[in-house]
């Protein structure tokens, strides 16, 4: 099974199995994606350091043995959601207990429909490989039907999902003027769009699945409670990717407030611009490189960057030149906010910002650490000397 349906089914069986509990059930969908994880990182590694599409597409093509990478194969063991589950039973968490479901879920899915590709299941300990006699993949092995089959059963989760859920959010009250919830489908949609982006442009696009509502709700509000939302003159985004900041940005703002959000993904941005733009005029999808910023800006300041740009696998001079210009169009008082998924560039961030600060949101698929970025260092960059 592909990712996106490992974590919709795993969802919907969490959905049903523990009505009324939503964290025990995105805890079991991040347990679902958890084995598939290890693959994307290593497709982002090999992005990073400059491979061709298809050397990677090669690298990837698991067989048995190109991809016998440890990370992988440990992640698809048994072994390891075996462990999640004695900690779970020790700690008394329900919490770990779904994830730890979850995790063996995606491998109990995967043993039907992998054949070239099947792990050793128990690895470290032995070698030995279910191989199926059908395959979602290899033609010669049915994988049309077979991905028939994978698609109807997906389609019945999400109507299924769809049914339970409604409209209805699962986190907290919103702030006042942004509403609770998109449709399921649109955002499973969404998923999709985006998950097709990172595979496309792993180094570019940074996750594999869209930042959680809750998520977004979290980083905005490091803006503060005295934030002009409405007042502002220009919001800026970076990486506007499936538009689940851009949505909370348009409902805080005001209807004068000129939204500007930089996507260079082309199908992410013609995909912002169709389903957002009609009903926010104040909105410019601007399909491009983030570094016409300060060109866009046209001399004016901004109170508000907000950016979900890959910082850590950017490459280093980009990245000082970015982060650079962002600190010239602040307005005094200004402030970035940035979502990432590991803390390896705080101390770089310090180069460029005199205020830092950052909180984690561990429901998000994978957990990010959000940063609000405060008082920029004046001509932090300028010199132009790489700070890789």
């Known amino acids: 099974m592909r990712t996106p349906s490992h974590w919709v089914v795993t969802l919907a069986a969490a959905r049903a199995a523990r009505r009324g509990d939503r964290g025990a059930a995105r805890a079991a969908a991040l347990g679902a994606v958890i084995?598939?994880?290890?693959?994307?990182?290593?497709?982002a590694s090999l992005a990073v350091r400059g491979r061709p599409r298809g050397q990677i597409r090669t690298r990837l093509g698991y067989d048995g043995s190109e991809l016998n990478w440890p990370p992988d194969l440990a992640a698809h063991s048994v072994l390891a959601p075996a462990a999640v589950a004695a900690a779970a039973a020790l700690l008394r968490s329900g919490r770990l207990a779904a994830l730890a479901a979850g995790w063996a879920g995606h491998i109990l899915c995967d043993l039907p429909v992998h054949h070239s590709d099947a792990r050793p299941h128990g690895y470290p300990l032995w070698a030995r490989r279910f191989r199926s006699p059908l395959s979602a993949w290899e033609r010669h092995r049915h994988a049309r039907p077979v991905t028939a089959a994978e698609f109807m059963i997906v389609a019945a989760a999400i109507?299924?999902?769809?049914?339970v859920s409604g409209h209805g959010g699962d986190g907290p009250a919103s702030p006042a003027g942004v509403?609770?919830?998109?449709p399921l489908r649109e955002r499973l949609a969404d998923a999709a769009v985006f998950l097709g982006a990172f595979a496309a442009h792993p180094a570019q696009v940074g996750a594999v699945l869209p930042t959680?509502?809750?998520?977004?709700?979290?980083?905005?509000?490091?803006?503060?409670?005295?934030?002009?939302?409405r007042d502002?003159?220009?919001?800026?985004?970076?990486?506007?990717?499936?538009?689940?900041?851009?949505?909370?940005?348009?409902?805080?703002?005001?209807?004068?407030?000129?939204?500007?959000?930089?996507?260079?993904?082309p199908v992410?941005?013609?995909?912002?611009?169709?389903?957002?733009?009609?009903?926010?005029?104040n909105l410019r999808v601007i399909g491009g490189d983030a570094a016409q910023l300060e060109d866009r800006l046209d001399g004016r300041l901004t109170p508000?960057?907000?950016?979900?740009?890959?910082?850590?696998?950017?490459?280093?001079?980009?990245?000082?030149?970015?982060?650079?210009?962002?600190?010239r169009t602040l307005a005094p008082g200004g402030a970035l906010?940035?979502?990432?998924?590991?803390?390896?560039?705080?101390?770089?961030?310090?180069?460029?910002?005199?205020?830092?600060?950052?909180v984690w949101s561990r429901g998000n698929i994978p957990p990010a650490a959000l940063y609000e970025l405060r008082e920029p260092r004046a001509a932090a960059g300028d010199a132009g000397v790489d700070r890789g």
Do not use: C
Not at 36 to 41: F, G, I, R, V
Not at 179 to 182: A, G, H, T
Not at 342 to 357: D, V, W
């Open 232 to 265: 502002a003159k220009v919001i800026v985004e970076l990486g506007a990717g499936t538009g689940v900041y851009t949505e909370q940005i348009l409902r805080r703002a005001g209807p004068r407030t000129e939204v500007l959000a930089f996507e260079r993904d």
């Open 304 to 327: 508000l960057v907000v950016s979900a740009l890959p910082w850590t696998s950017m490459r280093a001079d980009v990245r000082n030149r970015l982060l650079t210009m962002i600190g």
């Open 268 to 281: 992410l941005a013609r995909r912002l611009t169709e389903r957002l733009q009609p009903a926010h005029p």
């Open 212 to 229: 959680s509502r809750r998520t977004v709700t979290n980083m905005l509000n490091l803006a503060g409670e005295e934030f002009g939302w």
């Open 35 to 43: 084995p598939d994880l290890p693959y994307w990182l290593l497709a």
């Open 337 to 358: 906010l940035t979502i990432q998924y590991s803390t390896h560039r705080e101390r770089e961030f310090t180069r460029y910002f005199g205020r830092i600060s950052h």
């Open 159 to 163: 109507a299924f999902l769809m049914k």
């Open 179 to 182: 509403s609770r919830s998109r």
